[in-house]
């Protein structure tokens, strides 16, 4: 028996096509056989029909970077509350980080993880492999084995591998198997015992401060290998405006390079962390005012591919201390789109622009079938109010950890149904009372 | 009691009544306070300064209250300071050394803010090595909070202390200039005493290695130099910051005979600011590293002075914060 689902008065922005228009798309078995623009398409019979009338219609979210604590801290997040937040969210596919306990670097544990995901969570659940074992940076995993496994990509998550060396066995094996190298940028002599930017501000704080070098200049290092080996690398996340300029650079040169930027550095600014509020302690650290205008140029002219949550779930007994004693890390599956809309609505970033950061960027460079609007893409669609007001409620929150930095913020645009595999996974209106 | 109260009247002239309300209930940080607030803690220290001279060193306007001296960190001077200005008020005075591990030290942090606000005290002197650990522990308790240091952030009571001797030596403190030598950058005692002296309008100074000045410090001295006898030019007071031996090892100075080359504080270098200067240290010093012993012990020093208003600030704190009558 076949599903059959008709979307019908949408705005359909679809940023891999470029489109912008009214229409309409009809969902077969969770897979989109007919995306019709500036006219509509007649109700086949048996269908399910969802009114979208001022709704936008677009791709779900593809989130490159979440932490999750299962397996090993399944209190602060499991792939099942993880799966609720990303689909209150709008996010239909997240890479799952390898920084778990064990560690993923193992094809046994990718293969565990993706038959767990499918049991327990609502969205696509797509892990990413340790390219160091237990992400000690010190000897490669089984690649090969790992990508048989189903492992999107390679990464030591919020580690960052400091031997050149090791850097450029990893890239040139990886190479051998088409597989993207995304890397967490810090030089950790640099970045030594440092917990935010390093500036007045800190001084001021009497914390240590991260210089913007311990960024650059592994970045520059990685882009000089990648360009050596011919590696596809991600440079994981950056934060400020030299960065910025090193990828533009290397760009015209390699176009195997892209990079992803934290939806907290695009969002905030070190000046948010106030009186030592921990939840503004992040392992790429806010930075100045300066450097958040620079990443969202970067964002427009292209330098910046991606734009991620980098969803990290942290739980009050690690969050309630002292600043520099404080874990890092924030949540944001459930604010990455609205808080991204913020740069739409201050007109900084054209809204194709910032979807296609959030889903055929990340498909492009995941190689996914996902993350746009053609025959033949799976289901994979959220519908949202561009302009629907919400403040964000800690006790609303999905996600198992608390640790939101964008706390009583107020956020317009909201997600009213998401569709993984033509299922609709979360609507809006039968839960919005009392929670938003 | 009659008596004492009697000798109290006379030997002070007045009471702590006589200032109007403090209106702080903690002592955080010198970045909260305004210009007036830190002027009446000063005048009130003054008053303070003859009860520890008197022979009996009583004054006891804090009688029935509780204060507790919480130290993560050790320390001699500051914890026992605390302790003498508590008891010369006639507090009941309570010390806890927490020794934690780095791994649960936070844990620690809360776990004993919480246990303590339940013995109900008055007042928590509190010492923590991480910057912000006792703004923290002070949204925890129900009690006044008073920093005595925390991590490289601030230490109030020493820029209190410090902004009173000078103040006695000088007899003003607007409109002159102070030197601070040495571990700019890991010192609480420098951006409280930036902070202090800045909103009292003093041309302030910082002297340091290039390794040991934090970033954007530009912003909060008036005037920043890497050599000694530049900055001391003219100064009417210098300032010099014990430097960690663990910092002399080649990570951040290669040695204390250089460091001490450099930016030890000898007669010579003395010479280069105002013949009157007065040379002062927070404590604990080391002799031959930051500081020739002839200088520490010599007639520009104002040192074992900085120890007795100490005691005299922190009894003036303690009294602003808990005035008598005041239910905490």
Redesign the interface.
């Known amino acids: 028996m076949s599903s059959v689902l008709l979307i019908k008065n949408a705005r359909i922005v679809d940023p891999a096509s470029g489109m912008d228009s009214p229409g309409a798309v009809l969902v077969r078995d969770g897979v989109i056989a007919e995306a019709a623009y500036g006219q509509t398409i007649a109700t086949p019979e048996g269908a399910q029909v969802i009114d979208a009338r001022g709704l936008i219609l677009s791709p779900g979210l593809i989130d490159m970077r979440v932490f999750t604590g299962e397996p090993g801290k399944e209190y602060r997040e499991t792939l099942q509350s993880a799966g609720e937040a990303a689909a209150a969210g709008g996010v239909t596919s997240f890479v799952m980080m390898p920084d778990t306990a064990p560690v993923v670097d193992d094809g046994a544990l990718v293969d565990f993880l993706i038959r767990r995901a499918k049991a327990t969570s609502k969205v696509n659940v797509l892990p990413a492999a340790a390219m160091t074992k237990g992400l000690a940076g010190q000897e490669i995993t089984e690649f090969g084995l790992l990508q048989e496994a189903g492992a999107v990509c390679l990464t030591d998550g919020r580690h960052s591998v400091q031997s050149s060396s090791m850097l450029r066995t990893i890239m040139s094996y990886a190479a051998n198997y088409g597989l993207t190298v995304v890397h967490h940028l810090s030089d950790d002599g640099l970045t030594s015992d440092g917990v935010m930017n390093?500036?007045?501000?800190?001084?001021?704080?009497?914390?240590?401060?991260i210089p913007r070098e311990a960024e650059t200049i592994p970045l520059a290092r990685d882009l000089q290998l990648a360009a050596l080996t011919g590696v596809r690398y991600h440079a994981a996340q950056i934060s400020c405006a030299a960065s910025v300029e090193l990828l533009a650079a290397a760009k015209k040169r390699n176009r195997n390079v892209t990079a992803g930027v934290s939806i907290n550095n695009l969002a905030l600014n070190e000046n948010d962390i106030g009186?030592?509020r921990t939840f503004f302690k992040l392992s790429t650290p806010l930075r100045s005012e300066d450097d958040r205008q620079a990443v969202i140029e970067g964002l427009r002219s292209g330098a910046i591919d991606t734009i991620h949550s980098d969803h990290d779930p942290q739980d009050t007994?690690v969050k309630?201390?002292?600043?520099?004693?404080?874990s890092d890390g924030a949540i944001g599956l459930e604010t990455l789109l609205a808080a991204a809309l913020r740069l739409v609505h201050s007109g900084q970033v054209e809204l194709l622009a910032v979807l296609r950061a959030m889903t055929s960027r990340p498909a492009e460079i995941l190689g996914l079938a996902a993350g746009r609007i053609a025959p033949g893409a799976p289901a994979d669609l959220i519908l949202f109010d561009l302009d629907y007001p919400w403040q964000v409620n800690e006790k609303a929150i999905r996600s198992r950890s608390r640790n939101t930095s964008f706390e009583g913020a107020r956020l317009a645009g909201k997600v009213m149904y998401t569709l993984v595999g033509g299922q609709i996974v979360y609507t809006h209106s039968e839960e919005n009372q009392g929670r938003d | 009691m009659g008596e004492t109260r009697a000798m109290t009247s006379n030997t002070l002239g007045a009471s702590s009544g006589d200032f109007p309300p403090f209106r702080q209930k903690h002592l955080l940080s010198i970045a909260d306070l305004q210009q007036h607030e830190i002027i009446d803690l000063l005048d009130r220290a003054e008053r303070m300064v003859p009860v520890s001279r008197q022979e009996r060193k009583s004054h006891p306007t804090l009688s029935g209250k509780t204060q507790i001296n919480l130290f993560f960190e050790p320390s001699t001077r500051t914890q026992g300071s605390f302790e003498i200005a508590g008891k010369r008020l006639g507090a009941l005075v309570m010390n806890m050394s927490v020794k934690s591990s780095s791994v649960s030290k936070g844990e620690t942090l809360i776990d004993t803010a919480a246990t303590l606000n339940a013995m109900r005290p008055d007042v928590i002197v509190v010492r923590h090595s991480a910057a912000g650990a006792v703004e923290l522990l002070s949204q925890k308790v129900g009690c006044s909070v008073i920093n005595a240091g925390d991590g490289a952030h601030e230490h109030p009571t020493q820029a209190l202390l410090d902004a009173l001797t000078i103040r006695n030596h000088k007899g003003r403190i607007s409109g002159l200039t102070v030197a601070i030598c040495g571990d700019i950058a890991n010192s609480r005692v420098v951006r409280s005493n930036l902070l202090l002296l800045g909103a009292l309008n003093v041309r302030t100074r910082v002297i340091a290695p290039r390794n040991l000045l934090p970033a954007g410090i530009e912003q909060l001295a008036t005037e920043v130099f890497t050599d000694m006898r530049a900055g001391l030019k003219d100064v009417d007071v210098v300032m010099m910051l014990r430097l960690q031996h663990e910092r002399a090892n080649g990570k951040m100075i290669p040695s204390v005979r250089e460091y001490y080359r450099f930016y030890g504080l000898d007669a010579e270098k003395l010479s280069h600011a105002k013949p009157d200067a007065i040379v002062m240290h927070p404590g604990p010093m080391n002799r031959g590293v930051e500081i020739d012993p002839a200088i520490a012990d010599g007639p520009a020093s104002v040192i074992t002075d900085q120890v007795e208003m100490g005691v005299a600030v922190r009894m003036a704190v303690l009294d602003a914060l808990l005035p008598a009558g005041r239910e905490s």
């Open positions: 390093e500036g007045l501000f800190a001084t001021v704080l009497g914390l240590k401060g009186r030592y007994e309630r201390q002292p600043f520099a004693e404080a």
